[in-house]
């Protein structure tokens, strides 16, 4: 008898205050996904990094960013943790990129916004004067990428400046005549993007110097 007023009980307690395995046992309401993150913008740019931000969420714990090289292509997760806002480093010249951030907590994830993009700088261009043999100054602006460096086209055309893979300059800066189709000279430091200084004519004179300035 004493087990059957016992269970009598326990019943008429579920049934006057509900029961269930839910929070709200535990005096707490089911955490609810964050709203999608607003105010995504690319907020700086350099040669080979993009800065972004984005506005904080209410109930947000982190954030997912997502990379991708096209408005409608395939998405990317570069980053994942509670700041809002990520430098993304590593990518190419004159590049445009596409982002699209999400916010989560325990509760889930929430969509991705709309996506924004922004482009990577373009190194300026320098000018070369004192050219052997005589031959008039050049003017070169950048062209594209090359071997992962920045390729530069000669003003008038017929020089550029490429970075070759393999052989004895693997590495260097060449001035190419395009024309000719042989090499002129070249830098013996190696560098993501030219300085000024002086650059060696190949081979016919190794003494002979030109004078490169950035513009």
Known sequence: ???????????????????????SDNGTAPVSTPDTPTGLAVTATGLTSLTLSWDTCNDATGYKLHRSTSADGTYTEIY????????????????????????????????????VS???????????????SGAVDYTFNYFDVFNGKPRYQSNPVGLWINVPSGGDQAGLWVFYDQIEQMTLYYHAVPSDFPASTGWRVVPVDSGTNILLTPF
């Open 1 to 23: 008898m004493r087990i059957t007023l016992i269970l009598t009980s326990i019943v008429l307690i579920c049934l006057l205050t509900g029961c269930s395995d839910s929070d």
């Open 118 to 132: 922004g482009t990577t700088d373009t190194p300026a261009g320098f000018t070369v004067t004192g050219s052997p």
């Open 80 to 115: 994942s943790g509670a700041a809002a806002g990520f430098v993304d480093n590593g990518r190419g010249y004159a590049e445009t990129y596409y982002y699209q951030v999400g916010a989560g907590n325990s509760g889930g994830e929430s969509g991705l916004c709309d996506a």
